[in-house]
């Protein structure tokens, strides 16, 4: 058990050694590269935080677009009843739920397991 716990320490303060040389290395070459560039433009990370943000909330807003076109879709279903009656009814993709759904008329509309139902897009 002790042997186990002094691995972990000794991995540890390995891998702590290594962070703060791999640090310090990487602090020097950002001074030879500040020194060097003199008055190079760059975009700052304030600048670049907004535009991605602003670039996430644009394909949210197409994305939330597109379902909301796809959900108020009107749909023509037509249902062949087990008799041979045909019955068209139209309704909103967002309402159709299995083989339930709700007409644009306001009926709610049940299909039992023997009626044939096609959905066709407009």
């Known amino acids: 058990m002790l042997t186990k716990i002094l691995f972990t320490v000794v991995v540890i303060v ?64 037509r249902v062949t009843a087990e008799s041979g009656d045909v019955i068209t009814y139209q309704a909103y993709q967002k309402d159709i739920k299995g083989r339930s759904f709700i007409s644009l008329s306001g009926s709610q509309i049940t299909l039992g397991e023997s009626d044939r139902v096609e959905m066709i897009q407009q």
Request: proline content about 2%.
């Open 14 to 77: 390995g891998v702590a050694i290594f962070y703060r040389q791999k640090a310090e290395r990487q602090n020097l070459e950002r001074a030879k590269q500040a020194e060097s560039v003199d008055a190079e433009a760059s975009i700052s990370p304030r600048t670049l935080a907004y535009i991605l943000i602003a670039v996430l909330v644009a394909i949210s807003i197409v994305v939330f677009a597109f379902s909301w076109q796809r959900a108020n879709q009107v749909v023509n279903i």
